[in-house]
């Protein structure tokens, strides 16, 4: 029995990653924050959100006892936090300002990991917060990393799909070319691992846009090279998986996909025990905690659910923690679109939003969800609302809530893939990809001759104005 315990709706763009502590439970998005509840209510705490970085945040995760929080961006920064106040430890930052797509911590907190689109890993030893190493570990983009339980190794992931295990040193280890066709998405180690006489052998989880969710098994004799089994494929997801994570147990594997869904295993025998499907977009991110049987999962619809493994929580458990969320919540429904609504849930939403007086009206008219995703000036006027400032605050509420459950306000062809912000004059780069002017310039001024959506080499610099764009966009603004 799997049950959702509440959804947060607090990011303004899609969700990148999720992390769970002891006691928090941290998010991070494309609008640049991150976000930080206590998992006693999942109420969002006073210092949150963290706002530090200057691009999309995409990766997150805690120091092992739980008072640090790191988080890495486009903007080429680790940022550490205090996990207790929100304030800054430290600002690492990547020593070519390369783009950081995915960050770890050791399990004894002694090194701090991040990958970056050139290719390279860099290692900082965290106590001191210096750079202990930068070296190149692909020719193509890291986008996943994470440390062996016992610390003295590493995992990269790639873009060109390849799995890479490396000393803390960064020597090669071994090289598990292709592991996934089309490129690795994220990797995870279980957090136990066995020890056989002078054999050490661990579980290594990873998955790639192949839609293939894969375990390995990940062994090493005294004076021998490592070596790394395939153990399980997993292919009850049908594109390509986000995400993956074990539970502190190692019992249960858990993926996200871009098929919109959430699938728990068993990490022994690779069966499938649960298919969850409540996010409207891609689940792009999933954490389990470590002391409660709880899965966060965080979506490009912006929405992080909480779940619960187990049984059945009680009503009033159920209710307290409804109610202890964050965000907006639909009326009584969480999971439901505005069309699905009953008549009983938009005069919910009506009250919630301030607008008391118009119940009677909504109710005399027999308005649902339907009716009111349908609402305009000329249907809001038969209604007989006379006063032209409460018709305009529906109006503008109704489009905002629309907007939020279609997953963005702005329409996504007019964001900056850089900045994920409105764009004001959008240019045409020659990967042919158009970007806000000042964010492409300022991305290529920091030695990154690369595309920031394909990451290969942009063959020029000569950016040329999408007029026609900034047309489009003009024309959308004036309509709002």
Known sequence: MVSILCALRDHADEVSCCAFSASLLATCSGDKTLRVYKTADFSELPFSPLSGHGYGVHCCCFSSCGR????????????????????????????????????AIAPDSSLLLAGACDGTVALWDFLSKTLRRCGAVSEASVVACCFSPCGQMFVTGCTRGDLKLWDTDINLLHAEKD???????????????????????????????????????VSQRDGAACVM?????????????????????????????????????????????????????????????????????????????????????????????????????????????????????VQTWLCDEGLQELVSIFKDNNIDGAELSRLNKETAAELGIESVGLRGRLLRKTEALKAEQSGS????????????????????????????????????????????????????????????????????????
């Open 179 to 217: 592991a996934h066709d089309l490129g690795v998405t994220c990797c995870s180690f279980a957090p136990q691992f066995k020890v056989d006489g002078c054999c050490v052998e661990f579980r290594l989880a990873s998955c790639g846009q192949d839609s293939r969710l894969k375990i390995w098994i």
């Open 229 to 345: 089994t395939l153990l399980h494929t997993l292919t009850s997801q049908s594109a390509p998986v986000l995400s993956c994570a074990f539970s502190s147990d190692g019992e249960l594997l858990v993926s996200g996909s871009v098929d919109k869904s959430v699938a728990i295993y068993d990490a022994n025998l690779g069966t499938l025990l649960h298919s969850l499907k409540q996010h409207d977009r891609y689940v792009t991110a999933v954490a389990l905690s470590p002391t409660m049987p709880w899965i966060a999962t965080g979506s490009m619809d912006r929405t992080v659910n909480v779940w619960r493994i187990g049984d059945e929580v009680s009503g009033t458990a159920a209710e307290s923690r409804q109610t202890g969320c964050r965000g907006r919540k639909l009326p009584g429904h969480s999971g439901l679109l505005v069309a699905d609504w009953s008549e009983e849930d």
């Open 409 to 480: 306000g702005d329409p996504d062809e007019f964001l900056c893939p850089i900045t994920r912000e409105l764009m004001k004059d959008p240019v045409i780069a020659a990967d042919g990809y158009s970007y806000e002017r000042a964010s492409i310039e300022s991305w290529i001024r920091g030695k990154n001759k690369t595309s920031p959506m394909t990451d290969l080499l942009l063959q020029t610099t000569l950016l040329t104005p999408n007029r026609s764009l900034k047309m489009a966009i003009t024309r959308w603004k004036s309509s709002q």
């Open 68 to 103: 640090y929080l790191l988080s890495c961006s486009t903007d080429g920064s680790t940022i550490v936090w205090a996990a207790n106040t929100g304030e800054v430890a430290a600002a690492l930052l990547h020593p070519a300002r390369s783009p950081l797509r995915a960050c």
